[in-house]
């Protein structure tokens, strides 16, 4: 199986601990709670299955004026392949809103992106394989998601 594939799963489906973790996670985010011990817990879990999930559950929520998704990418410092991602982004109806790329070393780049999905694309995930799929990428990992 593909590391770093994204799947759509009935809650149902979901470990119990990743569903705690969600709820950790939206308890930080609505500030009834002020620690990661306290929300940890709160859902009955340990602080360190908090960190070990944390990036790698989010709900699933659709809304109206589209998804904000921050992602980490890391890439050969190869001319044109900057342009390959940004054009991914573009033909798949999404906005840059920030970029930020690190001077390369030994020829490796690291690059950060924010980007807004339009709620027009029903697959956010087909933008984060085909930039995978490109020549020159080694890594992509989102960090955050609005």
């Known amino acids: ?46 602080r360190s299955s908090f960190y070990k999930y944390k990036d790698d559950i989010f709900p699933f ?40 790329q690190s001077i390369p070393v030994n020829g490796i780049a690291s690059l950060t992106l924010s980007i807004e999905i339009s709620p027009q694309v029903l697959d956010a995930s087909a933008i984060f394989d085909e930039i995978e799929a490109l020549e020159g990428i080694h890594y992509l990992k989102i960090l955050a998601r609005e």
């Open 1 to 46: 199986m593909d590391e770093g594939k994204y799947y759509i799963v009935k809650k149902k489906a979901v470990p119990e601990v990743l569903l705690k973790v969600v709820e950790a996670k939206r308890l930080l985010d609505s500030e009834k709670v002020m620690t990661v011990q306290e929300a940890a817990d709160i859902v009955g879990i340990s």
């Open 61 to 100: 929520h659709e809304n109206a004026r589209g998804k904000t998704i921050t992602f980490m990418l890391q890439v050969d410092d190869t001319p044109g392949l900057l342009s390959c991602v940004l054009n991914c982004v573009a033909k798949n109806n999404s906005n840059i809103l920030t970029i930020h």
